[in-house]
């Protein structure tokens, strides 16, 4: 039978404000355990929440940049339950009426081909404490310092029908927040997270089947890996007459196969009700115009416009604007360089390579966008040739001096003297009389060769332009 | 000297008559005295409390007046004090150390006055005699075999027994005014969001509010001057500028119009009490008011509306004690679910439990609708009536509690226990300020006047209070207690 | 609506309160009794009525987004029944 898959995700990214959402208390990632957990974190008795604005303002944006409905009055609610990392006993977050309404984006698929996903919602709520298991004599340890901080789960429609679509819808996302620049959106650190419900039916089927939940994937790989798992679980339990159930699973990444969590005899009844230790949030039009102002150009409007401006292939501009940083970076190359084909060139082709080699990111790269241009700029005016820019890129990676500087110091300039050019060919043809007679015997692909002797023997400094010249002159 | 309104000692030693250390002093011996037969406080300062006293006097000679400065009080056990125990009159509490001062607190601090102690209360505010506290119940200083009424009972005793000038307390559905009722004094309750919350243990969030117990409306005012005001750590604390309340209090009452609710003159109301409030009413309308019936029509649903709210709030304000990060814990817990349980069942007393219960289960699935959201309809029905009855009148005056101070341990069915507060719960619903004084006594304990005032009308409802206080001398009775 | 053993069990655990066998019947039927007197609300029509939530028609105010606090951990953690390497300890939490 034809499986269809349908896939739902609902992603937390941490904002990355300096507070918490509710507390004055830093909320900064890897401090001591506790030191970021003041009264109100610690649910101390009489302590209250105030909201932080700028958490309110972060989802805004993130609503604008989706196209999303932005509500004009939104209301927090307690969450009740019990767990050691949720200090007051209730989390507070917005149940019936969040921040940010229905919304869409697109992703673009590894075949190019593009797909919108509806937005459900996304609403503001606290982040929960950590417990670090069995630590102590077989108790568990509790580290409050997340406690509190702002999230912002983006809730998707269950639109999603392949795992390398979800992978690509939380690529998408990651490249939106970090372009708005709201969160750090690490999936490694647990500043993006993300829980997928799954089910699947048959092909051409309409109602939908029981869903599965796996929680808290902390990859984009394992993502891709756990849905496809599930998927063939499911289709396994189906396919030998069972029924699938309703629950939580975790994904195991080192056994490949999702197991069911824990769950308690009575199930979670969370008895929400609205937060009366806060009033309603409402914001006006005026409010929500002077956030879109802030707005940064998106991702999609960047390729499009990478592709007009500097005629980059689809597939370039969706390379270079995959995160801000990248397509920051490649922009400040191309202006400075003054070619944006070569620029591009560069940065996804050596300059990615020594990223991935070295395991950087762009932000990271030991070789800036200034010098990268200064680089380019100088195979354009015919300093160095392609080729010798390779060797002063490598040395560029440690010698943190000017481009110029490398070029001279190494003598790598490219030898543009016209006398010195000729003394050079005619040693190649004297020192290759077989391989000239060729040539004036017809034999065109010979040149190459001709030229490659007299580059070589210039250890890669002459112009190979100059040379193919002045052989073609010599040899007529 | 310990007998003056806090006003008159404010002027006391303002003249020099008498200084901050002799009067805390004073009230420190008669704490000493008294405090075994009334139970009325749970921790007594004595050294910070003369310490304070002594920086009080010190202020005062470089030229400070501010007017509570060195004047003794005490704060009812569920505003955090910084390095002293708060205990919230639970077991769960009993060795907590707030780290922080309650805003009340801090407010009191920085005018100077003198904090005596921390006064005993029903366990986390929820009680109406207090006879819930963990530290046992605090009698009435009118007759130590009856109870002083609840929650605040140790700040409404500790005033009528002139063990402090004057005292906090806390009002979710009566708990200042009651127990003022109850032992012949002045407790007011302000507007919702008048005085901020922070750092006052909740009971429920959407109801509870700080004010005085105290000897006169005018004392009421006084510590309104200083309790009031916008607070940004607490989000429903209104952002009003703060009133002069002293400068408030002037007014003749000449044309004032009290509204007199006939769903509070109804069924249930003793006798001897209602003669009280006809004779107050009297003496209204000489001082040139005039007294209107009017309506209060949901008024009877405000007990069970209450009873929904109230602890499905408390519920969740409750969850927070779990034993992991302070308070009382079990000891050796077998596992995570018995920590939790034996930690809140032995941490807590019967009716905070029963609470939480009733709290719990209105919130779960599938009864929602049918008690949290319908309470909430009925709230607003209620807040409605009021609304109605003030386009009409300025006030509305009738009985703070249906009877007198009944006797320790004579109302044991909570749902008899709940309807005591049948005329004062509608006001939290409402968020409005209400204030109970004396009216005279009923075989020999007061009977409570009880004035409500429109939102935010803190001074009209002062004004009222203090006019009455001007005219007749009931406030000024105080209860024969023996030194033993 | 009827108010019994089975549903005081269900929410003692979800309020994590432990209830004797002894204590059972007595809280069951004290509770049965407050929920007669809550029932009484059922008795009016309130189809059309906009529940409070609030008692005042206020927005929320805002805080700004800045660091007022400042690290207090060990004078804290005083107040905890059991702590370790600045963690707070309870006995092992499962999934």
Known sequence: MEWETVIGLEVHVSLSTRSKLFSGTASRFGAEPNSQANIFDLAMPGTLPVLNEEALRMAVKFGLAIGAEISKRSVFDRKNYFYPDLPKGYQLTQLDLPTVGRGSLCITLDDGSERIIGVTRAHIEENAGKSLHGVFHGMSGIDLNRAGEPLLEIVSEPEIRSAREAVAYLKKLHSIVRYLDISDAIMAQGSMRCDVNISIRPSGETELGVRTELKNINS???????????????????????????????????????????????????????????????????????????LPEL?????????????????????????????????????????????????????????????????????????????IARIKDDTISGKIAKTVFESMIKDQSAVDDIIEAKGLRQVTDSGALEALVNDVIASNPEQVQQFIAGKQQVLGFLVGQAMKLSQGKANPGQVNKLLREKMS | ?????????????????????????????????????????????????????????????????????????????????????????????????????????????????????????????????NETSFFGPVRNPWDTERVPGGSSGGSAAAVAADLCAMATGTDTGGSIRQPAAFCGITGFKPSYGRVSRW??????????????????????????????GPDRRDSTCAELETEDYQAGIGQGLKGL????????????????????????????????????????????????????????????????????????????????EDLYKRSRSEGFGEEVKRRIMVGTYALSAGYFDAYYRKAQKIRRLIKNDFDTAFNSVDVIIGPTSPHTAFTLGSKTDPVAMYLEDIYTIAVNLAGLPGISIPAGLCGGLPAGLHIIGNDFAESRVLNVAHQFQLATDFHRQKPALKVN | MAFDRLEVEKVAQLARLHISDAEAQEVTSRINDILDLIDRMQSVDTENVEPLAYPRDVRQRLRPDEITETDRREELQRLAPAVESGLFLVPKVLD
């Open chain 2, 199 to 228: 750092g006052m243990i909740a009971f429920a969030s959407s109801l509870d509010q700080a004010g005085p117990l105290c000897k006169s409306a005018e004392d009421a005012a006084l510590m309104m001057n200083v309790m009031a």
């Open chain 1, 299 to 375: 991702p999609d409007a960047r390729k499009a416009r990478f592709v007009i401006d500097y005629g980059l292939s689809d597939y370039d501009a969706g390379v270079l604007t995959a995160t801000r940083e990248m397509a920051d970076y490649f922009e400040s190359v191309a202006k400075d360089s003054g070619d944006a084909k070569l620029a591009a060139n560069w940065v996804t082709g050596d300059l990615q390579a020594l990223l991935n080699r070295k395991d950087l990111s762009i932000e990271q790269s030991p070789i800036q966008a200034d010098r990268l241009a200064v680089l």
């Open chain 2, 257 to 336: 119009k009290i509204g007199l609710p006939r769903q509070h003159f109804a069924e249930g109301l003793s006798a001897e009490v209602e003669l009280r409030i006809r004779d107050a009413l009297a003496e209204f309308e000489k001082l040139g008011a005039t007294v209107i019936d009017i309506d209060l029509p949901n008024n009877h649903l405000s007990v069970s509306a209450y009873y929904v709210v109230a602890p499905a709030e408390a519920s969740a304000n409750l969850s927070r004690y779990d034993g992991v990060r302070y308070g009382y814990r079990c000891e050796q817990p077998v596992d995570l």
């Open chain 2, 1 to 129: 000297m310990i007998e003056k309104t806090a006003t008159e000692l404010a002027r006391a030693l303002h003249s020099g008559e008498i200084s901050s250390v002799e009067l805390t002093k004073a009230y420190l011996n008669r704490i000493s005295a008294l405090n075994n037969q009334l139970n009325a406080f749970i921790t007594i300062c004595e050294e910070s409390a003369l310490e304070q006293a002594r920086a009080a006097d010190t202020r005062r000679a470089a030229g400070d007046s501010s007017p509570l400065l060195g004047i003794p009080l005490a704060h009812k056990d569920i505003f955090c004090t910084k390095d002293q125990i708060t205990s919230c009159g639970s077991r769960m509490l009993h060795n907590f150390t707030a780290p922080y001062d309650a805003y009340v607190v801090e407010r009191f601090n920085a005018a100077g006055a003198v904090m005596l102690g921390k006064t005993n209360m029903d366990e986390f505010a929820m009680g109406s005699s």
């Open chain 1, 220 to 294: 984009f790989r394992f993502v891709e890996k756990a849905i496809e798992t599930e998927v063939r679980r499911q289709q396994d339990v189906i396919e030998d007459g069972g029924r699938v159930v309703q629950e939580t699973r975790r994904y195991d990444a080192n056994r490949d196969e999702t197991f069911p969590m824990r769950s308690k005899e009575f199930a979670n009844d969370y008895r929400y009700f609205p937060e009366p230790d806060l009033l309603p949030v409402e914001i006006d039009e005026a409010y929500i115009e002077a956030i879109r102002q802030t």
